[in-house]
């Protein structure tokens, strides 16, 4: 079966930071590009950041460049979102999710809550 | 991009059809065939049911159905049955994806 597990997610204080980690099964991680999406309470969905299949080029939204960096270990079978400078605004259920195209996405895992407050 | 606005929640009888719309902007449901639908069953993973506009993905049940017309999109949804209850979402891009807020499915 084709499966994404987060794992990782917890509460967190503004101004701290936390890795996301999403293991794939049942099919081989370096052969998809992959991406992180999110959903805040009350709020819809927004992509969060992109990785190419060897993980060299990487895509952001404007609101976590700069402190949120994806990365993969394709020997793993394993992605990553490494967050930093968290904002109460980040609060959300994370989502990492496998390209089937461009700006498609065909397999999603159930998420990862990442609450934070002080 | 602007967003794109769905009806919060749509519940039909089991065998009926029901209908969800997703109504964007001239600048991105009506001007490109670049929406993809998904399903999300309670406490499970989302999962891509439609993409570029009313293409099915491999596995995906013919009793979902997804059509355009200028700005708004449509997801249909026949022979309803009680596995299909959830929450559903449409999506699109130009220059970044642009998700809907979702719309409740109910099943009677």
């Known amino acids: 079966e084709v499966l994404l597990v987060e794992s990782g997610g917890g509460l967190v204080q503004p101004g701290g930071s936390l890795t996301l980690c999403c293991v794939a099964?049942?099919?081989?991680?370096?052969?998809?590009?992959m991406n992180w999406a999110r959903q805040g309470p009350g709020k819809r969905l927004e992509w969060v950041a992109y990785s190419s299949t060897s993980g060299s080029t990487t895509y952001y939204a404007d609101s976590v460049k700069g402190r949120f960096t994806i990365s993969r270990d394709n020997a793993k079978n394993s992605l990553y979102l490494q967050m930093s400078s968290l904002r109460v605004e980040d609060t959300a259920v994370y989502y990492c999710a496998r390209d089937f195209r461009a700006y498609v996405y065909d397999i999603w895992g159930q998420g990862a809550l990442v609450n934070v407050s002080a | 991009q602007s967003a794109l606005t769905q009806p919060a929640s749509v519940s039909g009888s089991p065998g009926q059809s029901i209908t969800i719309s997703c109504t964007g902007s001239s600048s991105d449901i009506g001007g490109y065939d670049y929406v993809s639908w998904y399903q999300q069953p309670p406490g499970k993973a989302p999962k891509l049911i439609i993409y570029d506009v009313s293409n099915r993905p491999s596995g995906i049940s013919s009793r979902f159905s997804g059509s355009k017309s200028d700005n708004t999109a449509s997801l249909t949804i026949s022979g309803l049955q009680a596995e299909d209850e959830g929450h559903y979402f449409c999506?699109?891009?130009?220059?970044?994806?642009?998700f809907g807020g979702g719309t409740k499915v109910t099943v009677l």
């Open positions: 099964s049942g099919f081989s991680l370096d052969s998809y590009e």
């Open positions: 999506s699109t891009y130009t220059t970044s994806v642009v």
